[in-house]
């Protein structure tokens, strides 16, 4: 885990418990302007091991409609790419956290709906490559449809992460 912190401290993502506080005021200031917002939730696992068993691994669909299966388990170094991504592809309103406990990312993305979240997503996958891009799991909440809360937001993404029919295992535009 030090080597996670100090890979979040490069890139200036704060801990989720850490950025909590400014990660609510952020849903709020939406009510408050009646904007809307989108939070995604990008799940990731640091590898420490490399697993073989299928429980590590995610479905997603290319393009021509095939199934195929990918070990969703980053090494430090493609971690080290994703934090680096966040920091420097995201907008100065948009804000990132890491959730060290479920080994995610929480981004909020104002004035942002879903489509456009995706945009966002995908241009993250562009900068860091199939090899990563295909191997997250992306789930999508937009306020106020999903959810009035940043907790509400939040389980959303999560459902739609573990839900395995869900619109979240889009595949990211990015070449082979």
């Given at each position: 885990k030090n080597t996670v912190t100090s890979i979040l401290d490069l890139a200036s993502i704060s801990p989720l418990?850490?950025?909590l506080p400014d990660?609510?005021?952020e849903v709020a200031r939406?009510?408050?302007?009646?904007?809307?917002?989108?939070v995604v939730i990008i799940r990731v696992e640091i590898a420490r091991k490399r697993?073989?068993?299928?429980?590590?691994?995610i479905r997603y669909f290319k393009k021509n409609q095939q199934l195929s299966t990918h070990v969703?388990?980053?090494?430090?170094?493609e971690f080290a790419d994703?934090?680096?991504?966040?920091?420097?592809?995201?907008?100065e309103v948009d804000s990132v956290a890491f959730d060290s406990v479920r080994d995610q990312f929480v981004v909020i993305l104002p004035g942002a709906d879903r489509s456009h979240a995706m945009e966002?997503?995908?241009?993250i996958g562009k900068f860091l490559g199939p090899s990563i891009a295909n191997r997250m799991k992306i789930g999508i909440a937009e306020y106020p449809k999903d959810g009035l809360f940043l907790e509400d937001l939040i389980d959303y993404g999560m459902k739609e992460i573990e839900d395995t029919d869900s619109s979240s295992d889009f595949d990211i535009e990015v070449s082979a």
């Open positions: 418990r850490y950025a990660l609510i005021l939406a009510r408050r302007l009646a904007h809307i917002l989108s697993k073989t068993s299928l429980s590590g691994n969703r388990q980053l090494a430090l170094q994703c934090s680096r991504a966040f920091r420097d592809l995201l907008r966002t997503i995908n241009r």
